[in-house]
């Protein structure tokens, strides 16, 4: 029972993925679709994905998973598309993306699904994993645009009404492009699946379905009384307004 | 503007976490909140974590995230209480758990925060960090507590109304306990924070508040009408039925 799909990218990219042994996956090949319009749309709809990366040195070595704002772009020199970070250049986990491999994870919760056992308990999800080199964007026209990129994911079309970023700005913002090469999509859809001698045995299974819905947008202090389009078209794409 | 923290552990337990070097936050230090409480407040609402695991071997490790259910209890071996993850034992990323660190990272976007700069741009936030690593649970009442756990986790109560796990059901499932030892807790709340001139220079700024709500429960074709009681106020613990 997934929730309707908010596609947000211009244009889906047509073609399959080019999953490799990392991304392809071992179990459940049912549920992976090595779609690359599933990935733009699902990359487009998720607000915070989270990147995995690995911090410290041989036997100290670890994962740290961080929860980060994205933003695709396919206009970039990464065939494929460029899925951007950016983070304050003071940030500690930044220096542990050079030149080591990452993970980003983007996940949508679409319901719960409650079984008649507790084994065949489940969720209802959209799922893609990237995996892959960052590459640190030092050229101004993409890193602008980058940023835009990230700012209009937040909220279409927000980026055009702002000023411009001041030098200042940008020397504190760290930018990073990660290629999307070599990524995979997963999900769960649909009922439960039960045991047939548990569906005899009666009792009720179903979805709950879920989604992630906006309020009213509340302005600060100092702002007019009027919101402005892109934040009240932004709100009420999130659902706020339609009870 | 942080949504209304559901809380489904039956008690918090008092006292501040032990962040190490590792879970200790080298930036915003005034958004880094050292308190157990919250932790389990955060963990308890969390529907879905991301687990970070390094794969791999030497210069091919790399670190790879997987959306994860999970489950709180405190009634386990581990000080501080245990999350519980559960996997098929088919699954690749088990082996990869043994002996090695994880990084379980959960995560809860309560607004979009749209200032009058890109830059100020940011996103509201609840997220939970924890390092460690995973306990294979083999004690026969403990993995069948954490399973229950991780079923009433999704839908509290429903456990109870359930037939037991069957042993074939229990062989084929891996359960793992990842020790509240070394965690950190890091969240924003509030409006933009603007500079002055931003606000001078007039503009609407403000929150889009977000939060996960429920539909209607769909049962599936063999269910009776009446849905039962768990499901029910699960769906309207989770906003179902409230406009």
Redesign the interface.
């Known amino acids: ?1 997934p929730t309707q799909t908010t596609k947000m990218t211009q244009a889906s990219h047509a073609g399959p993925l080019s999953p490799t042994a ?1 991304t392809t996956l ?2 459940s090949r049912d549920r992976a679709a090595t779609d690359r319009a599933e990935l733009d749309a699902l990359l487009a709809e998720v ?2 994905a ?6 410290g040195e041989g036997e100290d ?7 980060v ?1 994205i933003a695709v772009d396919h206009d970039g020199p990464d065939e494929g598309g460029s899925l951007y970070l950016h983070a ?1 250049v ?3 986990w930044i220096s542990s993306v050079r030149g ?6 983007a ?1 949508l ?1 679409d319901g ?1 699904v ?1 079984a ?4 065949h ?1 489940s ?1 209802n ?1 959209r ?1 893609a ?1 990237v ?1 892959g080199r960052c590459r640190v964007v030092a050229d101004a026209d993409e890193r602008a645009r980058a ?2 990129r ?2 209009d994911h ?2 279409p079309g ?2 055009a ?3 411009p ?2 030098r200042k ?1 940008l020397a ?2 760290a930018v990073l492009a990660l290629p999307l090469a070599e990524a995979s999509v997963k999900r769960r859809a649909g ?2 699946k ?1 045991d047939p001698h ?2 005899e ?24 009384a ?3 389009p892109d ?1 009240a078209a ?2 009420a794409a ?3 307004g339609q ?1």
Do not use: K, N, Q
């Not at 989270?50 to 911090?55: R, Y």
């Not at 070595?61 to 929860?67: E, I, K, T």
């Not at 008649?116 to 084994?119: A, E, M």
């Not at 179903?206 to 100092?222: K, M, Y």
């Open positions: 029972m990392r071992t179990r607000l915070v989270h990147l995995g990366i690995t911090v070595a670890h994962p740290v998973v961080l929860p704002a304050s003071a940030a500690g080591r491999t990452v993970c980003l994870t996940t919760l719960l409650a008649r056992s507790g084994f308990h969720m999800y799922s994993v995996i940023l835009d990230v700012v937040m909220v927000r980026s009404t702002l000023r970023p001041t700005e504190a913002t009922e439960p039960d548990d569906v045995a009666g009792g009720w299974a179903g979805v709950v379905p879920l989604r992630t819905v906006a309020g009213a947008p509340e302005p600060d202090a100092w702002s007019p009027e919101v402005p934040v932004r709100a999130l659902g706020h009870g």
